[in-house]
């Protein structure tokens, strides 16, 4: 009975890391469906930049920075300034959060701002088109290495270098106010708890109380679950 349970603790995490990779990319792809991205099939020779504040890369240096080709960018850039009320070239976290409660309406405040912070590399404040096109390029179009880098960090809330449980904790209980009150069966109070107990017994190869990027990105290539989620929006634009 206890082997059973184990196995059926281990499944359920794995089940809540493809979600939680999942979330991440549907947000980037509703995202993109909002900034009308998808869908627009031409763009001009240059980006526009009348009226904006923060002027973005060149098209050039981008384009060598990300996995997307000039024209990509350049709609991409047009989505972006579009889509704010008063186009600065930058977002707020505060319009951040407005934007994606459009996608997750029932507690998403939480695990947004960890998003934005993940998002926001360079720490200002505010996320740039840069910012933007970069977290962008590697969670659709980057190596699986690339794409679980970019995960841990997330995870890793204070930026150590280091997932401690409380970190962890923090981002399962934001990804329960968004999706757990909604799932069925009806999830436990004590799940969160249960799933980062799982989590740390699954990656923490040492027992030292932490994860670490290698610990993490060996765990995560092991299961066929998070492998199969990394794949799922790659050929979205």
Not at 40 to 49: N, R, W
Not at 51 to 69: I, K, W, Y
Not at 86 to 91: D, E
């Amino acid at each position: 009975k206890e082997l059973i349970k184990m196995e059926r603790e281990e499944q359920s995490e794995n089940s809540l890391q493809a979600i939680a990779i999942i979330l991440l990319c549907c947000g980037a792809i509703k995202m993109l469906h909002l900034l009308g991205v998808i869908t627009v099939e031409k763009a001009d020779d240059d980006l526009e930049m009348t009226m904006v504040c923060h002027r973005p890369e060149g098209l050039d240096q981008l384009e060598a920075q990300t996995n997307f080709s000039k024209r990509e960018l350049q709609v991409l850039y047009r989505g972006f300034k579009n889509f704010q009320e008063c186009p600065s070239g930058v977002v707020n976290e505060e319009t951040f959060k407005q934007i994606y409660s459009q996608f997750f309406p029932h507690g998403a405040s939480t695990y947004a701002h960890y998003l934005f912070n993940a998002f926001d590399a360079a720490h200002t404040g505010s996320i740039k088109f840069e910012d933007f096109v970069t977290a962008l390029s590697i969670l659709l179009r980057g190596t699986v290495t690339e794409k679980l880098q970019w995960t841990f960090n997330l995870y890793d809330i204070n930026r150590d270098g280091y997932i401690n449980k409380e970190e962890m904790t923090d981002i399962v209980r934001a990804i329960y106010d968004m999706m757990g009150k909604y799932t069925y069966p009806v999830l436990k109070t004590d799940a969160p708890r249960q799933h980062v107990d799982a989590f740390f017994q699954k990656m923490d190869k040492n027992r030292d109380g932490v994860v670490t990027l290698d610990e993490f990105i060996l765990s995560c290539q092991e299961d066929e679950n998070i492998m199969r989620s990394l794949q799922l929006f790659e050929n979205v634009i």
